[in-house]
């Protein structure tokens, strides 16, 4: 149980205006869809149709909502809260994260094998039966359990890599010899992972062939995805789950690429693209646009 | 080698009738597409075509068939035993579980790293190298090797959780703060995990933002999806191989899912629906439907 | 460093010819797409388009390219070396292999969980948390960290598991049982992976239900591929990421599977067939033809 007042003075910059008797009350939780109960806080997201009626309907006690929820007669009569702020969407995700998160302790797990080559910041959390090859790992980041990491790798400061996640793999590439048989390209570049970057669950990322795969800065891959060797993705870049990056691809800054959606291999993305689910991209995009389909077509400016 | 005599036993409940000489035969295994012997229990499906063709064609000694086979002239002069029954799919599928396949004991492997917190059932069975968090489990389930389970993690009797799943990880949400940034939105509900389900290798469950994520009763997930936040199946659900369902779905019951489709956020999927391979479903479906293609269309009614 | 005559008298029998001063030049690397500098040995496919310019531009002393390029004045003026030899792409991959890729020693790591009944054979490398149960490996196969191989298995020479995979666990299949629930459909074949093949990380590859699930001789498997129950895949078949094979399927030889596409099960699929990326295969392929779309169609015959 967290008292509501602490909260308040934790998002107190952000607050317009605090309605109702906010004083003494104790919060349990966050409201979702399949839980709530009078002691979770609620929130209004802020492009929520009928903001108003469901700011009325919620039986929680404390709300939070934007300006345009007015605190009501019946608000009033029923003894709630309503807390004004600008974003409540923000607000409601920073309050989780400082009150309900709970934060693993920057601990190596004994069974976790590290090369003594490995060059490990401060504060970092690596998990069970990960094994760490002489890479570089920055402060305060997260390897959770059996994930894999390559000597070939230089991962960065407030790095989050889920378990089973394999990092620095040699990549999928084959010549055909003399007689016709696959033989394998050498993989001999590297992955670099800027900072805050999210790696999901049984993601690959494989290292280059003769250059290096790049995650930029702030950029989110979901689970079980495959982002192949010399791939380059930039900054607060959004890949959902299951999804394909070939070989060579660019990828530009503030990208969205939907589930289960493939890139061929040495195209390039231009920033701000949209990326529709199961979409088939087989050239490159400009900056600026929505492509969906399979194959992808382009379906209008993202503005 | 197992009496033909103790087969019959026990399945004798289902048996219609059985023709020819079954006294003394041993049985060796079972017949598949690319091996066979006179050893091995043949079986002719009840909907194959040209049953008794395939029948008197089989190589084995013992053949299960419905009663739309018959014991013909050549199958007596062979020596053939014919076992009609009127399911013979589902009564070749308990033989074979009864007798070639090997159970697991219930142990928990001195290896795997299990938290005081968690609440083991009856007769669970835990593979080396998982992790199990202070979690719930229940009797009778099998937890394979390399598996990692959070403790917001509830989890049935008789369920199977194949080698390399992540059962319970946060789920993949952000919000964009004051400067544009990716901020993590908080996941703090649990996943709920019925009797009988099964959970494929290497696929992921993530745990609900506030609500919870649940797998209804009976329902069997394959190798390789990704299962996100707040999503809600119903019982007795397929959803095979490389399936994405995005976050807050909810899908009925009895629903059957093909290979790498995909099934965006916040959707609403009836009972008994059918959905293709590699659909790409971008809205809600309603009950006894069949949907395929990118986008996913109406193909017909599920009758 | 390695010196290049170290390197020239390694390709020594496919070189054509040798221009420029080529005595004491000690050479660093492979030039990338993201990194370059005089001390990487450069190379031209033999495909590029304007080979001579990209030669002329090159940063780097020493060049690798087929005889469509000239060694001009500029080069000479410069004291550049070209080597000329017909393939250069298979010459520089050779190069990488031999003088810059590690070797992993063939050792077994001391956490790995071998059963023993395991039948292992020479210089095989085996990595931390792996499990390998009673299944038989031949000789100078790799098997990274935190592979999964069960009983059932048995694995050629000269094959390289990456890290996470899952071969071997009972296949996906059910039926329904007299009151409507889904019962397991035992699942008690082999796998069998021939020499040469090798198979990419988190990919899973069921055993065959009655059957056995083959990988035929030289086919490379890349990362988040699920081959179900009872598939044969020929020879020297390339399937890219995030592929799922249903089952029952058989390719032929010579195939190449793009990623994110999936193939219903019971199909066939000829010799020397192209299936697009995000291919939703429904049919049988003829052999020599190209495939793309959802659902997949003719495109082309693959000449």
Redesign the interface.
Same mark, same amino acid.
Request: hydrophobic letters at 35%; charged letters at 15%.
């Given at each position: 149980m967290i008292r509501l007042e602490e909260i308040i003075k934790f998002i107190q910059d952000q607050v317009i205006q605090i309605q109702g008797p906010y004083k003494g009350i104790e919060i349990e939780? @966050?409201?979702?869809?399949?839980?709530s109960d009078s002691r979770y806080i609620d929130w209004i997201h802020q492009n929520t149709k009928q903001p108003q009626e469901k700011a009325e309907n919620s039986i929680s006690k404390v709300i939070i909502a934007n300006p345009g929820v007015n605190y009501s007669e019946k608000m009033k009569l029923n003894g709630k809260v309503l807390i004004q702020v600008k974003n409540p969407?923000?607000i409601i995700?920073?309050i989780? &994260?400082e009150f309900? *998160?709970r934060k693993e302790k920057p601990i190596i797990h004994p069974?976790a094998?590290i090369d003594q080559g490995a060059k490990i910041g401060k504060d970092v959390y690596i998990?069970?039966?990960s *094994?760490i090859d002489a890479c570089v790992i920055g402060d305060n980041s997260i390897i959770?359990? &059996?994930v @894999?990491i390559r000597d070939c790798v230089k991962i960065g400061n407030n790095v989050l890599i889920?378990?089973?996640a394999?990092i620095g &793999?040699p990549g999928?590439g084959? *010549?055909?010899?003399?007689d016709?048989?696959?033989?394998?390209? !050498?993989? @001999?570049?590297e992955v670099i992972i800027e900072n805050?970057v999210?790696i999901?669950?049984?993601t690959?990322i494989?290292r280059?062939?003769?250059?290096?795969t790049i995650i930029g800065s702030?950029s989110?891959i979901?689970?079980?995805?495959?982002i192949?060797h010399?791939v380059?993705i930039g900054n607060?870049v959004?890949i959902?789950?299951?999804v394909?990056v070939?070989g060579?691809t660019i990828i530009g800054s503030n990208v969205w690429i939907?589930?289960?959606?493939?890139l061929?291999g040495h195209q390039i993305i231009g920033d701000n693209v949209l990326i529709?689910?199961?979409a088939?991209v087989?050239g490159d995009i400009p900056s600026n646009e929505v492509w *969906?389909?399979? !194959?992808a077509r382009f379906l209008r400016k993202n503005e």
């Open positions: 939780g @966050i409201a979702g869809l399949r839980n969407y923000l995700a920073k989780g &994260n309900f *998160v069974t094998i998990g069970a039966y *094994v959770q359990e &059996n @894999i889920k378990s089973g394999i &793999n999928f084959f *010549v055909k010899d003399e016709g048989k696959l033989f394998k390209f !050498p993989q @001999i570049g805050y999210e999901g669950s049984n690959c494989d280059g062939a003769f250059s290096d702030g989110k979901n689970n079980l995805c495959h192949a010399n380059g607060q959004i959902t789950a299951l394909n070939s060579s939907g589930p289960n959606s493939t061929k529709g689910a199961g088939v087989l *969906v389909g399979n !194959p």
